[in-house]
């Protein structure tokens, strides 16, 4: 149980394009899935909280225009990288979690590369 | 606040030895604290979970923690490695309660190399 599913897990793409990601929670309902940038040899980097039925919460330094989060279902967010560019080259996880003070639940993420 | 701290960036063993990597942490609340593995080009697997239970939390694949409060650490082990453990392993601090409830704060990783 608690399969997390990210789409695409890779993708190349022009400068300037406008990238979607999905991240689908399987067999539970997910009220708040959260996003994640990862550099080369780093560690995650929270970029914003994805609350269904209500607005994102972005942290400090993340652009909200740039990095568009809907959340229209229990099941499923969205991550939009608009007008992508080279410096936004990087690998976006997402997670869900069961409930209040349960674990969260990886995707496998996604590789998005900028040429 | 909170932190976490991976003491080691790299560790590498031989199959058949025991694995420990280290953590410590500092947060302001009573943390949850976790362990997740992570596969080349993979999102994050959880291995193991505290939550204010028992301070030896056993996980899959034969590994456990052990919560210390008194050294604020939360180090891994495995009494034996299997190739299939070289991995990247994650220690990860939640909060409970407060306005950030629920956001984890993640250690740098570790990388566990593993020899035949």
């Known amino acids: 149980g608690a399969v997390v599913s990210q789409h695409p897990s890779w993708v190349i793409c022009k400068s300037g394009t406008s990238v979607k990601i999905e991240c689908r929670s399987l067999?539970?309902?997910?009220?708040?899935m959260f996003w994640y940038r990862q550099f080369p040899k780093q560690s995650l980097m929270l970029m914003a909280t994805?609350?269904?039925?209500?607005?994102?919460?972005?942290e400090q330094g993340v652009e909200k225009d740039k990095f568009l989060i809907n959340h229209a279902s229990l099941t499923l967010s969205t991550l939009t990288v608009t007008s992508a560019h080279p410096e936004d080259s990087s690998f976006y996880i997402c997670s869900a979690s069961l409930g209040t003070g349960q674990p969260q639940h990886f995707g496998d993420g996604t590789r998005l590369s900028i040429l | 606040a909170q932190s976490v701290t991976q003491l080691d960036s790299h560790v590498s063993v031989s199959e058949g030895t025991p694995v420990l990597l280290r953590c410590n942490y500092s947060?302001?609340?009573?943390?949850?604290l976790f362990w997740y593995v992570q596969h080349p080009n993979k999102g994050l697997q959880l291995l193991l979970k505290?939550?204010?239970?028992?301070?030896l939390v056993k996980g899959i694949n034969g590994f456990e923690a052990e919560f210390k409060k008194s050294e604020t650490s939360f180090h891994l082990t495995k009494p034996s490695a299997h190739m299939s453990d070289a991995a990247e392993y994650f220690c990860?601090?939640?909060?409970?309660?407060?306005?950030?409830?629920?956001?984890?704060?993640f250690g740098q990783g570790t990388i566990l190399t593993v020899h035949p």
């Open positions: 947060s302001s609340y009573s943390p949850s």
């Open positions: 994805s609350n269904e039925g209500s607005k994102a919460t972005y």
């Open positions: 505290y939550t204010s239970a028992a301070t």
């Open positions: 067999d539970f309902q997910a009220t708040t």
């Open positions: 990860v601090v939640s909060r409970f309660g407060g306005t950030s409830y629920g956001k984890l704060t």
